[in-house]
C-alpha cells in the first residue's frame, strides 16, 4: 500500500492506492477559489493554505482507504518541479510520516505522474505508449517504453496549453480558470471564422505565445468580433496544434497507444479530436488528469523507493 502526497502548485492532494495500480482514495483540496480573485496561483498563498490543509487531507485519504498509517508500506511524495514553497510542505510531511514508522520513501518527479496516470485503474494502459500531457505549467510529448522511465520527444518553447486557455480567456474577459470557460462558449462560435496561427517551432516541439498575441491583435484591430467565434477559432489553433504533432509522433515512433493527461485534457473538443488519430486512446478520468496524489502513486509503483533514514535530507526541486 502507498500513500501519496502531491502540493506542487494550488492543490493539496493524498490518495491511497495499491501496487497493483487500484485507487484506495484520492483526495484534492482545491484551493482554486482562493486564487481565483487575482487572476492565477499566488505561490505564498498555496503554500500556506497547503499547511493547513496537508494533516485532514492526508487523514482523509487513510480513513476513506479504509486504513492508517500501520497499513502503509511506501510513502510517495512529488519532489518537482512545482512550486518551491509549496513542494517543501508536502515533502516535508511526507518525511515525518515515513520517519517514524520508519518507512521507505519515494520522491517521485510530478511529470511522471501525469504520463503514468493511465496505468492506474480497472482499464491500465500498457507500454509502450505516447503520452501528450498538457496543463496549466506544462505541454510535451513522451515516449514510455517502461513505466518507471519516459523519454521527452518534444515539448513546448514558451506558454504551456493550458495557460495560453488561461491567457486567451483572460483577453476574452472570461474569467480564470479560462480553460472550461472557453470550452463552454466555443460551443456556440464557428471555429473557422478566424485564422488564427498554428506556429511549428520545431518537428514535435509546441509554441503558444504567438497565438494568445494573434487574439489580443484581433481584439485591439476588430473590437466588435463575435466572442464564441473567437473562442471557437481560438480553441481550435490550440487543439490542431497539440494533435499534429502528436500525430507525427505517434508515427515517427510507430507507436499504437496514446494515453492524454494534464488538465488540457478535460477540453472537449481535443477528447474527440485524439478519438480521430486511428491508435487506441486513453483518457483518464478528470480527477486523474488535474493534479493529484493518485498519479504520484502510480509512478512510486515503478521506482526503488529509498530506505530510511537516506530521505532525511533530500530536498525539493522546482525544476528537475
Ligand atoms: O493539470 P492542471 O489542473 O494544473 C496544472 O498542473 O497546471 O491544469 C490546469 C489547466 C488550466 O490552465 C486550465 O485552464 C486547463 O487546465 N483546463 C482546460 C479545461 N479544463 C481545465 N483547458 C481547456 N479546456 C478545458 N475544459
Ligand atoms: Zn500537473
Request: proline share 6%; glycine share 10%; with cysteine.
Amino acid at each position: 500500500m502507498i500513500l501519496a502526497i502531491e502540493t506542487s502548485c494550488d492543490d493539496t492532494c493524498a490518495a491511497v492506492v495499491t501496487d497493483a495500480g487500484e485507487i484506495r482514495s484520492n483526495v484534492i483540496a482545491s484551493q482554486g477559489l482562493l486564487h481565483a480573485r487575482y487572476g492565477g496561483v499566488v505561490p505564498e498563498i498555496a503554500s500556506r493554505h497547503h499547511l493547513e490543509l496537508i494533516d485532514a487531507v492526508i487523514g482523509d485519504a487513510l480513513e476513506r482507504a479504509g486504513t492508517s498509517l500501520e497499513g502503509v508500506d511506501t510513502v510517495a511524495v512529488t519532489r518537482g518541479p512545482g512550486l518551491i514553497g509549496a513542494l517543501l510542505v508536502g515533502l516535508s510531511s511526507a518525511k515525518a510520516l515515513a520517519a517514524v514508522r520508519r518507512l521507505p520513501l519515494a520522491p517521485v518527479d510530478h511529470l511522471h505522474g501525469h504520463v503514468v496516470a493511465s496505468t492506474l485503474g480497472p482499464h491500465p494502459i500498457d507500454p509502450p505508449y505516447l503520452a501528450l500531457v498538457a496543463s496549466g505549467g506544462h505541454t510535451f510529448l513522451a515516449r514510455v517504453t517502461e513505466p518507471g522511465a519516459y523519454a521527452v520527444l518534444g515539448q513546448t518553447l514558451d506558454d504551456a496549453a493550458g495557460e495560453a486557455f488561461d491567457k486567451g480567456a483572460r483577453l476574452l474577459g472570461l474569467g480564470y480558470p479560462g480553460g472550461p470557460a472557453i470550452d463552454r462558449l466555443a460551443r456556440a462560435g464557428d471555429p473557422t471564422a478566424f485564422d488564427f496561427p498554428r506556429s511549428a517551432p520545431g518537428e514535435l516541439d509546441f509554441s503558444f505565445s504567438g497565438l494568445k498575441t494573434a487574439l489580443l491583435y484581433t481584439l485591439r484591430d476588430r473590437p466588435d468580433s463575435d466572442r464564441a467565434d473567437l473562442a471557437a477559432s481560438y480553441q481550435r489553433a490550440i487543439v490542431d496544434a497539440l494533435t499534429s504533432r502528436t500525430a507525427i509522433a505517434l508515427e515517427r515512433e510507430g507507436l499504437e497507444r496514446l494515453a492524454i493527461g494534464g488538465g488540457v485534457a478535460a477540453n472537449s473538443e481535443l477528447r474527440s479530436a485524439v478519438t480521430e488519430l486511428g491508435v487506441g486512446v486513453w483518457v483518464p478520468p478528470l480527477e486523474l488528469c488535474t493534479d493529484n496524489a493518485a498519479m504520484i502513486a502510480g509512478a512510486a509503483r515503478f521506482m526503488d523507493p529509498l530506505p530510511y533514514p537516506e530521505y532525511l535530507d533530500l530536498d525539493a526541486a522546482a525544476r528537475l
